[in-house]
């Protein structure tokens, strides 16, 4: 059996916004730049920092002008969530030349967010993003609910492959397709991620899975078959969504580069240095990491303690 791999993949890291938003308790402002910083060491040349959204119903991104201030370098893609215009605005205030925008297919998931509609979304969201290529940003477009809905139900490919079109023809530069609730089976990755491919082959694809029911390793495979080498990842698999009951955190970044690397995809991602920086978020979050890598490391660990 001949398997059909990129040599190279990429990992955006999201776990410093997409990660740690749906967290209860405040991470302390500085232990999140110690986290960011430290993943820039580990190798991540793409990263969510943190989300301009109002902190009324995300507080744990009251601190995102700062985060943004202190942690945006040169030479990277840090990208900054800006779900509307007021938060573009704020963005436009930092020195960030990546912003994401995010919908979701489904109606109902989109109101329960931001309370409005998808397509009364993609009215405000549309001129915004033709908005942003005018001054030069890069534009991400994350695509909630594209396989299954906390409300809806199944979602049909065609539903979430419009609303990538409508995103495409206003220019964005990424489409981050997501399984919000982790739901989505191998067969349904692949078959909506190849037809992404080839639908829209000069903008960048990126498949983002959530590990509810432990299949996001496996749809990751799915999706390399299907021509896809980004993916969104979270160190310690934090994550979850405010909006998307029973919804698990991310794929384990650990778990992703493990995985990739085994089969021979480079990735450019320090293990050593990506298990340091988990390190420095752990202590602070309300949930133990449970990655198959982490507890690994957390095993090894221990036994040189007890053997020294």
Not at 101 to 112: A, I, L, M, R, T
Not at 154 to 181: H, M, N, P, W, Y
Request: negative net charge; proline residues 5%.
């Amino acid at each position: 059996m001949t398997l059909c791999l990129p040599k190279k993949a990429t990992i955006i890291e999201v776990g410093p916004r997409d990660g740690l938003q749906n967290e209860k308790t405040f991470i302390p402002t500085p232990v999140k730049k110690e986290f960011i910083s430290a993943l820039k060491k580990a190798g991540f040349a793409e990263m969510e920092l943190t989300s301009f959204v109002s902190p009324k119903w995300v507080p744990q991104m009251a601190d995102a002008a700062e985060i943004a201030a202190s942690s945006i370098g040169s030479g990277v893609r840090d990208f900054v969530l800006a779900p509307n215009r007021k938060g573009i605005e704020r963005a436009y205030m930092t020195g960030c030349r990546a912003i994401a925008v995010f919908v979701g297919v489904s109606d109902s998931f989109n109101k329960k967010n931001i309370n409005k509609t998808t397509a009364e979304s993609m009215e405000e969201i549309l001129p915004l993003v033709r908005e942003l290529k005018e001054k030069g940003y890069f534009v991400r477009a994350c695509i909630s609910t594209s396989f299954y809905c906390p409300y809806e139900g199944k979602i049909e490919e065609d539903r979430t492959v419009e609303l990538c079109r409508q995103f495409t023809l206003a220019g964005a530069d990424e489409l981050s397709v997501a399984d919000t609730i982790g739901m989505a089976a191998p067969h349904e990755a692949y078959s909506l991620f190849s037809r992404l491919k080839h639908e829209f082959p000069d903008v960048l694809l990126t498949a983002h899975f959530h590990d509810t029911r432990k299949m996001a390793l496996t749809n990751i495979f799915a999706a390399l078959q299907a021509g896809i080498d980004r993916f969104d990842s979270s160190a310690g698999g934090l994550g979850g969504c405010p909006f998307a009951p029973g919804a698990a955190g991310n794929a384990a970044t650990e778990d992703v580069v493990n995985m990739l690397e085994r089969m021979g995809i480079s990735t450019g991602i320090n293990l050593d240095l990506l298990m340091d920086a988990i390190d420095i978020v752990q202590p602070h979050l309300s949930r133990p990491i449970e990655s198959a890598i982490y507890q690994l490391y957390l095993g090894e660990a221990s036994r040189e303690r007890a053997g020294s």
